[in-house]
């Protein structure tokens, strides 16, 4: 079935960075693509960033274009993102998700790990 | 504001069927599919529906989406105590190359 373990998160100052990392496993990690998706604290879900199988393709949501980064390593079966210039809003709990194929929806999705921005 | 429109909140006692609604602002976005998602307490989010009517494996028949236009929804029957928790509403939207979320609806089991 698959299985994805977020690490990385933790607790930040306004304008600091983190790195936050997703391990994949138990699945094909090079054949699909890979999203971000966070959850404000009392808030719903939002969607982040996605990037494709092969990493040729990236996109992201406007509330965070231009500061954060996905990216992967197919060697390693790992997804990261690099969060910058981080700000209060930006806390919440990151969960990878894996995309079950085109337009099939997030079939897996890890635990989740929290970035608390705050000074 | 999402452009994915849900009620905050729905509510059933057990053994009854619920539906939750989603409704997208966009424009020509008839042909867009639309997914659900269950978010429990403590868990990971999890799969329900997706392409607008499609049950991936595992996924009890309890739970059926449909679409019509740019209104889609989310049916429950046969409401169980485990059900309770968030449910979201999901679309691809081509023109931005973003997913959005709906609000989300907060599920609650007499």
């Known amino acids: 079935q698959g299985q994805l373990v977020e690490s990385g998160g933790g607790v930040v100052q306004p304008g600091g960075s983190l790195r936050l990392s997703c391990a994949a496993s138990e699945f094909t990690f090079s054949s699909y693509g890979m999203h971000w998706v966070r959850q404000a604290p009392g808030k719903g879900l939002e969607w982040v960033a996605l990037?494709?199988?092969?990493?040729?393709?990236?996109d992201y949501a406007d509330s965070v274009k231009g500061r954060f980064t996905i990216s992967r390593d197919n060697s390693k079966n790992m997804l990261y993102l690099q969060l910058n210039s981080l700000r209060p809003e930006d806390t919440g709990i990151y969960y990878c998700?894996?995309?079950?194929?085109?337009?099939?929806?997030?079939?897996?999705w890890g635990q989740g790990t929290a970035v608390i921005v705050s000074s | 504001q999402s452009v994915l429109t849900q009620p905050p909140s729905a509510s059933g006692t057990p053994g009854q069927r619920v539906t939750i609604s989603c409704s997208d602002s966009r424009s020509n976005v008839g042909n867009d599919y639309v997914f659900w998602y269950q978010h429990l307490p403590g868990s990971a989010p999890k799969l329900l529906i997706y392409r607008s009517n499609q049950r991936p494996s595992g996924v009890p028949d309890r739970f059926s989406g449909s679409k019509s236009g740019t209104s889609a929804s989310l049916a429950i029957s046969g409401l169980r105590s485990e059900d309770e928790g968030d449910y979201y509403c999901a679309a691809w939207d081509d023109r931005l190359r973003n997913w959005v979320f709906g609000g989300g609806t907060s599920l609650t089991v007499l």
């Open positions: 998700a894996k995309e079950a194929s085109y337009l099939a929806g997030f079939d897996i």
């Open positions: 990037i494709w199988a092969d990493g040729s393709r990236k």
